[in-house]
């Protein structure tokens, strides 16, 4: 198993940008790593997904060119650069863990998920 931490969350402007941490107690390199988030009175929706190499993201259209998603796995921690934020990006985020091959935008699909870390873009 592996235990996942968010952190980074916070309340920005429009415009701003923040990067979110999503630190693991085992070897992240064992899986595929995505973020999530879930704003209120709405489900959790896909937002990017990384390989156990880094090589290889995706994104959600929603964030495309504006978020980058990144992965050390010599510190085991994924993370989330958002720039350009906009009020819609508000949620809770998530990092979630997928010890399966392959990636997946499909939350249910992943094994293991952090607490989320808020965050809150201003207009």
């Known amino acids: 198993q592996v235990q996942l931490v968010e952190s980074g969350g916070g309340l920005v402007q429009a415009g701003g940008s923040l990067r979110l941490s999503c630190a693991a107690s085992?070897?992240?390199?064992?899986?595929?790593m995505g973020w999530f988030r879930q704003a209120p009175g709405k489900e959790r929706e896909f937002v990017s997904r990384?390989?156990?190499?880094?090589?290889?993201?995706d994104y959600a259209d929603s964030v495309k060119g504006r978020f980058t998603v990144s992965r050390d796995n010599a510190k085991n921690t994924v993370y989330l650069q958002m720039n350009s934020l906009k009020p819609e990006d508000t949620a809770v985020y998530y990092c979630?863990?997928?010890?399966?091959?392959?990636?997946?935008?499909?939350?249910?699909?992943?094994?293991?998920w952090g607490q989320g870390t808020q965050v809150t873009v201003s207009s």
């Open positions: 979630a863990a997928r010890s399966r091959a392959g990636l997946s935008m499909v939350a249910y699909e992943y094994d293991f």
């Open positions: 085992g070897r992240t390199s064992n899986y595929v």
């Open positions: 990384i390989s156990r190499s880094g090589t290889v993201t």
